[in-house]
């Protein structure tokens, strides 16, 4: 049989040669409660239909479904904000895998709902109640709009800070609340404004001491049955840093802002440690890890420093995304 006259499987042939398979798609079905009980089901698969090692996962489920979700803001304001969300379980061994979409929908059931450390517990409980597994986790990914004055003018204009809401319940019901924030500033290098003087006081050189966009990353686990909100978080950032970028300037506002980085030089190692001293002094925050990247405008590279409570059992310094703090 010529080539021409061979046919395809799925396509019809430029000779007309019609395709063996024949593909239709029933747009008018009907699912009946009898139809939908017919289809298979992967979770009644037998033992030995695990490929692989049968061992128990830590975490699978899903990633990056999205919902537009309320948040209350300290004042009391509701704000709706696109949430990009992520929901995993463990798996037992015995397991071929889990029915990813009762994930999503048990968090549907909640759309609506305002979201809160508190509230994302209620949902991981009902989950994990539906999947009937051991351990689940939930994390909440958003963009918090807040409103910020200028130094001098007043001028006020909209910071947005990266931020997540994370709840972990384990197997024997104990429940754990995460907030993270990226907190933006601004770092003067002590030891270049030691040389600029320098080259001044001695030579009558004008130089401009380097300083760069800097980006701390604040994870902190809430004392149970205490509530911080996210502009506490903040201004605890706020209170140890002192230098976050503005948002809207006028020239008094640019002066205000050089005049701080003077008073507040600081290397990346000092970042750390004023970050620590405020949130080791917060009754509500139970541990935390805190991570800083200052993007030096003097080399090609970036500094880095990371620093944690020092909790038995909880947070460790391994923080090694620090790409993620390119700002």
Same mark, same amino acid.
């Not at 024949?22 to 008018?28: A, E, F, P």
């Not at 999205?66 to 463990?90: M, N």
């Not at 979409?101 to 979201?115: A, C, G, L, N, Q």
């Not at 709009?145 to 019901?173: C, D, H, I, W």
């Given at each position: 049989?010529?080539?021409?006259?061979?046919?395809?499987?799925?396509?019809?042939?430029?000779?007309?040669?019609?395709?063996?398979?024949?593909? *239709?798609?029933?747009?008018?079905?009907?699912?009946?409660?009898?139809?939908?009980?017919?289809?298979?089901?992967?979770?009644?698969? /037998?033992?030995?239909?695990?490929?692989?090692?049968?061992?128990?996962?830590?975490?699978?489920?899903?990633?990056?479904?999205?919902?537009?979700?309320?948040?209350?803001?300290?004042?009391? /304001?509701?704000?709706?904000?696109?949430?990009?969300? *992520?929901?995993?379980?463990?798996?037992?061994?015995?397991?071929?895998?889990?029915?990813?979409?009762?994930?999503?929908?048990?968090?549907?059931?909640?759309?609506?709902?305002? $979201? *809160?450390?508190?509230?994302?517990?209620?949902?991981?409980?009902?989950?994990?109640?539906?999947?009937?597994?051991?351990?689940?986790?939930?994390?909440?990914?958003?963009?918090?709009? $807040?409103?910020?004055?200028?130094?001098?003018?007043?001028?006020?204009?909209?910071?947005?800070?990266?931020?997540?809401?994370?709840?972990?319940?384990?197997? /024997?019901?104990?429940?754990?609340?995460?907030?993270?924030?990226?907190?933006?500033?601004?770092?003067?290098?002590?030891?270049?404004?030691?040389?600029?003087?320098?080259?001044?006081?001695?030579?009558?050189?004008?130089?401009?001491?380097?300083?760069?966009?800097?980006?701390?990353?604040?994870?902190?686990?809430?004392?149970?049955?205490? /509530?911080?909100?996210?502009?506490?978080?903040?201004?605890?950032?706020?209170?140890?840093?002192?230098?976050?970028?503005?948002?809207?300037?006028?020239?008094?506002?640019?002066?205000?802002?050089?005049?701080?980085?003077?008073?507040?030089?600081?290397?990346?190692?000092?970042?750390?440690?004023?970050?620590?001293?405020?949130?080791?002094?917060?009754?509500?925050?139970?541990?935390?890890?805190?991570?800083?990247?200052?993007?030096?405008?003097?080399?090609?590279?970036?500094?880095?420093?990371?620093?944690?409570?020092?909790?038995?059992?909880?947070?460790?310094?391994?923080?090694?995304?620090?790409?993620?703090?390119?700002?």
């Amino acid at each position: 049989m010529s080539k021409q006259k061979q046919g395809m499987y799925l396509h019809e042939t430029a000779a007309g040669v019609k395709p063996r398979i024949k593909r *239709t798609y029933d747009s008018k079905l009907k699912v009946t409660p009898a139809y939908r009980e017919s289809l298979p089901d992967m979770m009644n698969a /037998k033992h030995d239909a695990v490929s692989g090692v049968h061992v128990p996962i830590q975490q699978v489920g899903v990633s990056n479904f999205k919902l537009p979700l309320k948040y209350r803001t300290k004042d009391g /304001k509701i704000l709706v904000l696109e949430t990009s969300i *992520t929901g995993t379980v463990s798996l037992e061994a015995e397991l071929k895998g889990i029915n990813m979409s009762r994930i999503v929908r048990s968090f549907y059931e909640h759309k609506d709902e305002i $979201m *809160t450390g508190e509230r994302v517990g209620r949902i991981l409980k009902a989950y994990l109640k539906n999947v009937k597994t051991k351990d689940a986790r939930l994390k909440l990914v958003f963009s918090y709009p $807040m409103l910020q004055k200028s130094l001098r003018s007043q001028m006020e204009g909209f910071q947005f800070y990266r931020t997540a809401f994370e709840g972990v319940l384990n197997s /024997k019901g104990v429940y754990r609340r995460f907030i993270h924030l990226d907190f933006v500033y601004s770092s003067a290098c002590p030891c270049s404004a030691e040389l600029n003087e320098h080259a001044r006081d001695h030579r009558g050189a004008y130089g401009v001491p380097h300083s760069q966009r800097s980006k701390a990353r604040v994870v902190i686990e809430e004392v149970a049955g205490k /509530k911080i909100w996210i502009e506490d978080v903040h201004q605890l950032c706020l209170n140890a840093l002192k230098t976050e970028t503005q948002v809207m300037v006028k020239r008094e506002d640019e002066q205000a802002f050089a005049e701080l980085n003077g008073v507040n030089l600081k290397f990346v190692e000092d970042a750390a440690r004023l970050l620590y001293r405020e949130f080791d002094k917060e009754k509500k925050v139970k541990d935390f890890q805190i991570a800083c990247s200052h993007l030096e405008s003097l080399h090609s590279h970036d500094a880095v420093s990371v620093i944690c409570k020092g909790v038995k059992g909880g947070f460790a310094a391994e923080f090694n995304d620090f790409s993620a703090l390119v700002c």
